[in-house]
């Protein structure tokens, strides 16, 4: 499985766009790479996937490049409740079972 | 229910004591992971199910560490003489597709061993 490397902490203000890039060198041909959030005391949560360019829901926003080496989750016009931390994560759809989170990015939102 | 439904969500259990933690997963789903996750830090892998085939258990840290999912629905991680190194949040997720990288994850067992 491919490893990832995301920063540990960002600080944001209420109403920002904030952007979590996520590096991912050694991606393999195969892989998707997901993001998801966690808040305290509850279970992560799916916010995204994509293969490659660009990805949007009515969460989030996935920009990923031409080489797929990394991926940026961009979050539109932040409120406090995105205070989280978000994992991104790169594997096989199919047999990704063996799922690595990392230590995810801590995003403080402020008001 | 919706989502994925663990029980006990808290446990605490003397040092020595054998727990048993449930998951219930989304009805239909394939896949069920168990993940462990220590205060802080990002969730790790356990062990995975694709029905009731226990694919991969390369993650449990040890043999005291057992799961099953004899039906291929409801699954049961086994810990026994537990220790302190065990306490930490133990989560379940399970997904439509066989692999599974987009899981719905249940809240967690919080289990405090003392």
């Known amino acids: 499985l491919a490893k990832t490397t995301q920063p540990i902490s960002m600080d944001s203000y209420e109403g920002q766009e904030v952007n979590i890039t996520c590096s991912h060198n050694?991606?393999?041909?195969?892989?998707?790479i997901t993001w998801y959030q966690q808040f305290p005391s509850q279970g992560p949560r799916f916010i995204i996937q994509?293969?490659?360019t660009k990805v949007t829901n009515e969460v989030a926003s996935l920009f990923i490049p031409a080489d797929r080496k990394s991926s940026t989750l961009s979050l539109p016009r932040v409120s406090l409740s995105d205070t989280a931390v978000y994992y991104c994560?790169?594997?096989?759809?199919?047999?990704?079972?063996?799922?690595?989170f990392g230590a995810g990015t801590r995003l403080f939102v402020k008001a | 229910g919706a989502g994925v439904s663990q029980s006990p969500r808290y446990k605490v259990a003397k040092r020595g004591q054998d727990v048993a933690l449930r998951c219930d997963p989304i009805?239909?789903?394939?896949?069920l992971f168990w993940y462990q996750q220590a205060l802080g830090q990002g969730p790790e892998f356990l062990t995975y199910?694709?029905?009731?085939?226990?694919?991969?258990k390369s993650g449990l840290p040890s043999d005291r560490f057992f799961a099953e999912r004899p039906e291929g629905s409801v699954s049961t991680l086994k810990i026994q003489r537990t220790q302190q190194e065990d306490s930490a949040v133990y989560l379940c997720?399970?997904?439509?597709?066989?692999?599974?990288?987009?899981?719905?994850f249940g809240q967690g067992t919080r289990l405090t061993v003392v």
């Open positions: 994560l790169v594997g096989d759809r199919g047999g990704g079972f063996k799922t690595i």
């Open positions: 994509g293969y490659k």
């Open positions: 009805s239909g789903h394939v896949s």
């Open positions: 050694n991606i393999a041909t195969n892989d998707y």
């Open positions: 997720a399970s997904s439509p597709r066989e692999g599974g990288t987009e899981a719905f």
């Open positions: 199910f694709q029905n009731e085939a226990q694919l991969d």
